[in-house]
């Protein structure tokens, strides 16, 4: 009699869920800053021009310079807005370049970040976005991409040097970029779309620009999501559609079946100091296959100046030129 034998295949557990805190944070700049020591919207030859390096700020347009110790108190909170986030991936808006990131790490961060991307982008004011890993963070950067030199309309993107104004850059579709970053994360591959968005200026030129940047984002996420990478926009998208009632601009990201909001109604994160209102302009849409566990808002390194917010702040946050930012470092933690 023949005897036939059961195989018994392996057993191979999933590894266990991992959770990621997703920050992002415009931090207004960091240490360097151009100004224009006359007034900026008036034509100047370069020797206008002055690059404060170090532990300076501008003030104003007028190109007056904040003192050592204020701005020193102030890039001490914004670091401290950072750290209580306590995010595992950080995107970050209005800094300068990646020296000035490494530097901001290494003197006020204590090197919480051991990796960092930043690729200069298209705003003549030398404003950019990126990307921190925190050290120890089991994610690995598998690609980036950038798209600084996508057109408007077919057209192409040229740049000048121009003595009014520095550096400009013409027919680009990006106001600064949509860096592209292809993480893996514990076997699985998320893409983070960090932006920064056109700024509101009361035109319908800035609402259409903006509008078309929505849609390319939202493109760029299907493209991600189509080769099995989880798409995440996140960054400053520069407008509130509940306080800006006819502002439909980000209505292909904010009504995407594909992508999920999970901010609950009446989430704020920008305090606007000369109106004094308060509005949402950053924001974290993960892809709908993504679990998002967890949000948090900090708070604690806005002026004083913003009544609507009545909870702690930091010890030496008060009316001018201490705060962390005008921005709250908004995180979301997700489940891979």
């Not at 532990?55 to 102030?74: C, F, H, K, M, W």
């Not at 963070?137 to 309309?153: F, K, L, M, P």
């Not at 000048?160 to 994360?185: H, I, M, P, Q, T």
Request: charged share 25%; aromatic share 8%.
């Amino acid at each position: 009699m023949n005897q036939s034998s059961t195989l018994i295949s392996p057993h191979f557990k999933e590894d266990p869920p991992m959770q990621i805190r997703l920050t992002t944070f415009n931090v207004e700049n960091l240490f360097n800053r151009y100004a224009y020591l006359d007034l900026p919207w008036e034509g100047r030859s370069y020797e206008k021009f002055v690059l404060a390096t170090g532990l300076a700020s501008i003030a104003s347009r007028q190109g007056d310079l904040v003192s050592y110790p204020t701005t020193e108190i102030q890039r001490n909170n914004t670091a401290q807005a950072i750290l209580d986030s306590r995010p595992d991936i950080l995107t970050v808006q209005e800094i300068e370049n990646i020296y000035t990131l490494r530097n901001f790490n290494d003197q006020y961060l204590d090197d919480y970040f051991d990796r960092m991307i930043a690729i200069d982008g298209n705003d003549p004011r030398g404003i950019d976005v990126g990307l921190l890993i925190k050290k120890g963070c089991s994610a690995d950067v598998v690609n980036v991409r950038t798209h600084v030199d996508e057109g408007q309309d077919g057209k192409s993107v040229t740049r000048s040097a121009d003595a009014a104004w520095g550096y400009r850059v013409f027919n680009a579709l990006f106001s600064r970029d949509c860096l592209e970053v292809d993480l893996k994360v514990n076997k699985k591959f998320i893409t983070l779309l960090v932006n920064h968005l056109k700024a509101q200026d009361g035109t319908a030129a800035s609402v259409k620009r903006r509008t078309v940047q929505a849609k390319r984002v939202a493109e760029i996420a299907k493209a991600a999501a189509d080769e099995s990478r989880s798409p995440i926009v996140i960054g400053d998208l520069n407008v509130d559609p509940t306080v800006n009632k006819g502002d439909k601009s980000l209505d292909s990201l904010l009504k995407s079946s594909a992508l999920k909001d999970p901010f609950p109604a009446g989430t704020w994160t920008h305090y606007y100091t000369s109106e004094r209102k308060i509005s949402r302009l950053d924001y974290i849409l993960p892809h709908k296959s993504l679990k998002v566990v967890g949000t948090d808002i900090v708070r604690k390194g806005l002026t004083t100046k913003c009544q609507q917010y009545s909870g702690p702040r930091y010890p030496t946050v008060g009316q001018e030129h201490t705060e962390a930012s005008d921005h709250c470092p908004t995180t979301v933690v997700i489940e891979i």
